[in-house]
């Protein structure tokens, strides 16, 4: 079974940081592309940054460039996502997603996704 479980998420202030972290099960964690989408209310999903297997070759939103840095343990089945100086417009939920091809934060294309977890940042 399949299983992407994230963490990390909850209440912070304008301008502090936070790590996420999705854990991955069931599928061979280093053969897909993996990342992280937000959904916030009333907006579409956004593809936050992903990393691409192999090269390990990393997308960034323009929303977040220079604030988030996606990383991978592959030992432990495990990316992350730190970001630093958040900003109230990345209030939203965020959950880890996988899949066999590549440019997975551009074309949304994802075979596993996680349930999320909610980030609120209050100003």
């Known amino acids: 079974e399949v299983q992407l479980v994230e963490s990390g998420g909850g209440l912070v202030q304008a301008g502090g940081s936070l790590r996420l972290s999705c854990v991955a099960s069931?599928?061979?964690?280093?053969?897909?592309?993996i990342g992280w989408f937000r959904q916030a209310p009333g907006k579409e999903r956004e593809g936050v940054s992903c990393i691409s297997p192999g090269d390990g070759a990393t997308y960034y939103a323009d929303s977040v460039k220079g604030r988030v840095t996606i990383s991978t343990d592959n030992a432990k089945n495990t990316v992350y996502l730190q970001m630093i100086n958040v900003k109230p417009e990345d209030t939203a939920v965020y959950y880890c997603a996988a899949d066999v091809g590549r440019l997975i934060c551009t074309t949304g294309n994802t075979e596993y996704r996680g349930k999320g977890t909610l980030v609120t940042v209050s100003s």
């Open positions: 069931g599928f061979t964690f280093g053969r897909y592309a």
